[in-house]
DNA sequence: CTAAACCTTGCCATAAGGTTAAGGTCAAAT
DNA sequence: ATTTGACCTTAACCTTATGGCAAGGTTTAG
């Protein structure tokens, strides 16, 4: 039950790296682990359980601010659920607003690539849709 | 014809700012530009439409490298239009990556947020998922 | 003549890390 | 007992593509 990690061992089991534990402690993400005699950091099960809860925030896109605000909300059991999900739908939007612009590029960059023979004449709408269109 | 313009001028018809167009000298994707004797830099309308041509080539996501590439491409009258596609054609694989990651995140997203009452309650199935799923 | 609106360089900040350096520590093998 | 190799420490710089500010010079309009 009290097993102590080093940061090494809490990185390969939270799929984080080393310097990304290091870097959420330096900028207030998570509290200070405490430390060997020799100075090592040390994790227990609650504080890992913090840097996976970190970790699978990170991979749905959230922002380490966002996962700041997750984290608070989290330890607090008097939060309201209504705060979480302003957050998740806030993120859901900014997801959906890149999703479409990458989409508008994708359209107009597919007709792009079309308008060039790609061979190996010097010949390309390509660049003369660059250079003069108003795309 | 021989119109010259300010860095500021230049900026408002390219849509960019003078600060970008700045870094762009400085990074070598532009040519340093002629000044006046007191050190403004002056614009022609050549140096004009290479500003439009990033500008253009930025709206479709490209990056500052593969814009150098595009320019010395441009310039070239004995480019191959291949190279061209081919950094089209990249560029579309990396989109739709992007896309592809944003679309996954959104999916699992949407049923965390449904998961979430959104009350003043304390309960919340995003949180609950965060804290235990192997999302 | 002066004040606003330009322009200049240079440095710092962002997000979210990666990389490298220079050095301390620990455990196991010799 | 010592050495080796894996691990840990901090610090500092690199990335991408800008934004912002400071401190100062220039130009233009009133």
Known sequence: M????????????SGLT?????NYE??????????????????????LNQLMF???ARN?????SDIQSLLSLWQNPERESRLVKQ???????????KIAE????????????D???????PQCGILEQLAQSSI
């Open 26 to 47: 330096q900028s207030g993400l998570i509290r200070k682990s405490p430390r060997t005699e020799s100075g090592y950091r040390l994790y227990n099960s609650e504080q």
């Open 115 to 121: 308008s060039c023979k790609g061979d190996t004449s």
């Open 102 to 113: 990458l989409e508008q590029m994708q359209q107009v960059l597919i007709k792009l690539a």
């Open 18 to 22: 080393a310097k990304m534990i290091r």
């Open 87 to 97: 957050l998740a739908q806030s993120h859901l939007e900014q997801i959906s607003t």
């Open 60 to 64: 749905l896109g959230f922002s380490l």
């Open 2 to 13: 009290g097993t102590l990690l080093t940061i090494g061992e809490a990185a390969k089991v």
């Open 54 to 56: 970190i970790k699978r």
